[in-house]
């Protein structure tokens, strides 16, 4: 009997810090998205419903551009890094590679670096070799902390490659590369989509090192937000995080194959 | 004999290209880093002169405070972060497949959304006439606004808030593997609930609860854009620091690229540390 009442006990502890955990999680959220459709210059009570912030968003020119920004070196950023993932994986598919390890460490290392020092020395060799920072430099820098991610959610999803189906393709008469197109890559793909979108994801996020490495005029979204958050006009930024979190939301619930694909790498 | 050596090469030459990307733009830079600790600063850029200024301001204990600031952090962050993921992440391993779903969805909603947007909600929620203080005074537990925007506590609670999935995940994911049925096992010969705990489930999810500390206490000890948008400007932690001496006019990258140099140390100490413990602890057999 008492032991029955400590398990109940326990299960309810969990409960109750999972329940605080989620209104952790979510009330400032939930009040971002509500006050996105205050009509009042500050946040302090409830004045009625409007949309006239999302008016003013779409109507803001900067804002638009930093958006253009943003897509542009995410798309570029994600295209590259997912590639050279691939191909990294691949090559270290093969366990007798001499200086593998080496190799591993160098890709692991950018991981457990706070991402300040990779924008810090970014900054300084753009400054040593006399380069303009802009969307070049921006481009460099994101593919620079994405690859490591690539290689290893890739990685993860080629372990667990059957190899017996290549071998049935070669022996069936399959070329080569007729194997990898039509056999390998078809399977490794949800991997391959999973780096892309963990890619993607983290070039819209980063703030720190595009802050180090994007040159006066050209802003991308996190930049431009952080700037007029400093300036204290906050009214639209309100409207466009709950877009934001809008598109979030529909990225999350509609990829359900690619996220516990994301979730296994862990 | 021949084929493996051609295979050989077609891998290496798969790997060539990040391996070359990496070097060029982070071990490179690295090595940048070090260089410009050692350059006289000029008001916007440096001057390739040699000076030990920087160095020996970090060594001095000018820049003490900004690097025990970021080590306090990052160790009340972490241990945070394991007190409510610990709870949460059993919870939701324990939960039946569907439930399960659902929950680990819920956690990644928050993770996905973009950092700053986060950051943000969290000024408008704590201000001093924000959401919080508005509730708080309703329902009379305060009768005036408590300032909490711009204090060390704010940066304590956003930085809960933004690192929290990073622990729970990985502690999900190993807690998960983990076969319950070893519990009833050890409650049926008689230990108790805590017992079991303490001598199963807590040492079987050690290497969770290192891979979350990994992603949670490392990028701590660097954060600047925390402190920069909720903290108490008269506290000023190293990520900030760093970020003036390259922002700010007049510039000082010798001593930005010192103290980087410093973080890095400390960055690399934490590590050794973490890999020290955990090969005891596998040793020990607890793992």
């Given at each position: 009997m008492k032991r029955f009442s400590r398990a109940k006990f326990f299960k309810g502890m969990n409960l109750t810090v999972f329940t605080f955990a989620m209104l952790f999680l979510y009330i400032p959220i939930l009040i971002l998205v509500i006050y996105s459709f205050n009509d009042a210059r500050i946040v302090t009570s409830w004045k009625g419903f409007t949309l006239k912030y999302y008016g003013q968003l779409f109507r803001n020119v900067a804002i638009r551009q930093a958006f253009l920004n943003t897509m542009l070196i995410a798309v570029l950023s994600t295209v590259i890094s997912t590639l050279l993932g691939l191909l990294t994986a691949l090559g270290l598919e093969n366990k007798k590679l001499k200086g593998r390890k080496g190799f591993m460490g160098l890709l692991y290392a950018p991981l457990v670096m706070p991402d300040i020092l990779m924008g810090v020395s970014l900054a300084l060799l753009f400054?040593?070799?006399?380069?303009?920072?802009?969307?070049?430099?921006?481009?460099?820098?994101?593919?620079?902390?994405?690859?490591?991610?690539?290689?290893?959610?890739?990685?993860?999803?080629?372990?667990?490659?059957?190899?017996?189906?290549?071998?049935?393709?070669?022996d069936l008469g399959a070329k080569p590369s007729t194997t990898f197109f039509k056999v390998k890559l078809p399977l490794i793909m949800p991997g391959v989509i999973a780096a892309a979108l963990l890619s993607f994801t983290l070039s819209i996020d980063d703030f720190i090192i595009t802050f180090f490495t994007s040159g006066r005029g050209f802003d991308t979204l996190p930049i431009y937000v952080e700037g007029t958050i400093r300036r204290g006009t906050i009214t639209t930024i309100n409207a466009l995080s709950t877009l934001v979190i809008g598109l979030t939301l529909l990225l999350v619930v509609f990829t359900k194959r690619i996220r516990k694909s994301l979730i296994s790498s862990f | 004999m021949k084929n493996s050596v051609k295979s050989n090469k077609l891998d290496y030459l798969l790997a060539a290209p990040t391996l070359i990307w990496l070097t060029i733009f982070f071990l490179v830079p690295y090595l940048i880093v070090l260089i410009y600790g050692f350059l006289t600063p000029d008001i916007f850029d440096v001057k390739f002169e040699f000076n030990l200024d920087?160095?020996?301001?970090?060594?001095?204990?000018?820049?003490?405070?900004?690097?025990?600031?970021?080590?306090?952090?990052?160790?009340?962050?972490?241990?945070?972060?394991?007190?409510?993921?610990?709870?949460?992440?059993?919870?939701?391993?324990?939960?039946?497949?569907?439930?399960?779903?659902?929950?680990?969805?819920?956690?990644?909603?928050?993770?996905?959304?973009?950092?700053?947007?986060?950051?943000?909600?969290?000024?408008?929620?704590?201000?001093?006439?924000?959401?919080?203080?508005?509730?708080?005074?309703?329902?009379?537990?305060?009768?005036?606004?408590?300032?909490?925007?711009?204090?060390?506590?704010?940066v304590i609670m956003v930085m809960v808030y933004v690192y929290l999935p990073y622990m729970i995940l990985p502690l999900y994911s190993v807690l998960e593997k983990l076969d319950f049925t070893l519990l009833q096992a050890a409650m049926d010969l008689g230990a108790t609930e805590v017992k079991a705990f303490f001598k199963i489930t807590l040492p079987l999810s050690?290497?969770?609860?290192?891979?979350?500390?990994?992603?949670?206490?490392?990028?701590?000890?660097?954060?600047?854009?925390?402190?920069?948008?909720?903290?108490?400007?008269?506290?000023?932690?190293?990520?900030?620091?760093?970020?003036?001496?390259?922002?700010?006019?007049?510039?000082?990258?010798?001593?930005?690229s010192a103290l980087s140099f410093g973080l890095l140390v400390l960055v690399a100490f934490f590590l050794l540390l973490g890999y020290i413990l955990l090969r005891k602890s596998k040793v020990r057999g607890v793992v």
């Open positions: 400054n040593f070799l006399r380069v303009n920072t802009g969307m070049w430099t921006v481009l460099i820098a994101h593919v620079t902390f994405c690859v490591s991610y690539t290689v290893i959610v890739i990685q993860s999803r080629l372990e667990g490659f059957d190899n017996s189906l290549i071998e049935a393709a070669m | 920087a160095y020996r301001q970090l060594l001095d204990g000018t820049y003490f405070r900004p690097f025990l600031l970021s080590v306090r952090l990052a160790i009340t962050t972490t241990l945070l972060c394991i007190l409510i993921a610990y709870p949460v992440a059993y919870l939701i391993a324990r939960a039946s497949d569907k439930v399960k779903n659902t929950l680990l969805i819920l956690i990644i909603i928050p993770f996905w959304t973009n950092l700053i947007i986060r950051i943000f909600s969290w000024r408008i929620f704590l201000s001093y006439n924000g959401v919080m203080n508005n509730i708080l005074m309703r329902i009379g537990l305060i009768s005036q606004p408590l300032e909490i925007m711009r204090t060390d506590l704010a050690l290497e969770g609860i290192f891979a979350g500390v990994l992603l949670v206490f490392i990028p701590s000890l660097g954060t600047y854009l925390i402190p920069q948008l909720v903290g108490d400007q008269r506290s000023l932690y190293v990520g900030q620091v760093i970020t003036y001496k390259i922002k700010n006019i007049p510039r000082n990258w010798p001593m930005a």
